[in-house]
């Protein structure tokens, strides 16, 4: 079965530096999602994205974080200066299309972002 | 908005016993409730939704869950645990039309022989 994957599993940055997170959504995908869970505590929903656009975001997708598609497999996550509060569980996904009626999504296995 | 909560961080139950994992929502409009589940290293798999319809709605690996509006509850019950059924259970809602999960704090779901 096709599986959203996400690299790397384990990332640990400086307080300041730029990071890069990586996911390869189900190839046949339109929409895409970043999600993160702060340790203890829910998984909030950050971005999503179709056609080279984002179509929505939340009030914690600031200027700091910013998603591409770079090519025709990966979806990226870039934080520009992350922050000791941007450590968290970040989970990509991907759907069909945008119908939740008809279409689930499916989750990446989360790359952890520890900010020191 | 849109707000779940699962008020148990974890539940125990003995294999062969009935499970109930308990999951009740807030939103605007009409609901459109999932449950996902995530074992260890993996990422979170989709187990069943209520859309519309009937209220008991069953998934994948013999689970069911039921929609209570009444109770905005959408509780998540198997009738015969099983040890591998051992993970942690999210509950999402979806309300609006939209295609943003809001999810629950997760449970973790320990089945012991």
């Known amino acids: 079965e096709p599986e959203v994957t996400q690299t790397p599993s384990h990332q640990v940055t400086q307080m300041g530096q730029e990071v890069i997170l990586r996911c390869v959504p189900i190839?046949?995908?339109?929409?895409f999602y970043w999600y993160r869970q702060i340790l203890g505590q829910k998984v909030e929903f950050l971005v999503s994205?179709?056609?080279?656009?984002?179509?929505?975001k939340s009030e914690i997708f600031d200027d700091q974080f910013s998603v591409e598609r770079p090519d025709g497999s990966n979806f990226t996550l870039k934080i520009r200066s992350t922050k000791l509060e941007d450590s968290a569980m970040y989970f990509c996904?991907?759907?069909?299309?945008?119908?939740?009626?008809?279409?689930?999504?499916?989750f990446g296995p989360g790359t952890r972002l520890t900010v020191t | 908005a849109q707000s779940v909560a699962q008020p148990e961080d974890q539940v125990n139950v003995a294999e062969g016993n009935p499970l109930t994992v308990k999951c009740t929502y807030s939103?605007?409009?009409?609901?459109?409730l999932f449950w996902y589940v995530q074992y260890p290293n993996r990422g979170l798999q989709f187990l069943l939704k209520?859309?519309?319809?009937?209220?008991l709605v069953k998934g994948s690996y013999g689970f069911e869950a039921e929609f209570n509006k009444s109770q905005t509850s959408f509780h998540l019950k198997k009738p015969s645990a099983l040890v591998s059924d051992s993970a942690l259970y999210f509950c999402?809602?979806?309300?609006?039309?939209?295609?943003?999960?809001?999810f629950g704090t997760g449970t973790q779901l320990k089945v012991e022989l």
């Open positions: 996904a991907s759907s069909r299309d945008r119908a939740l009626i008809y279409y689930e999504q499916y």
């Open positions: 190839s046949n995908h339109l929409y």
């Open positions: 994205f179709y056609n080279n656009e984002i179509s929505e």
């Open positions: 939103v605007s409009g009409n609901p459109y």
């Open positions: 209520y859309i519309t319809g009937d209220n």
């Open positions: 999402a809602v979806s309300a609006g039309g939209g295609n943003k999960l809001t």
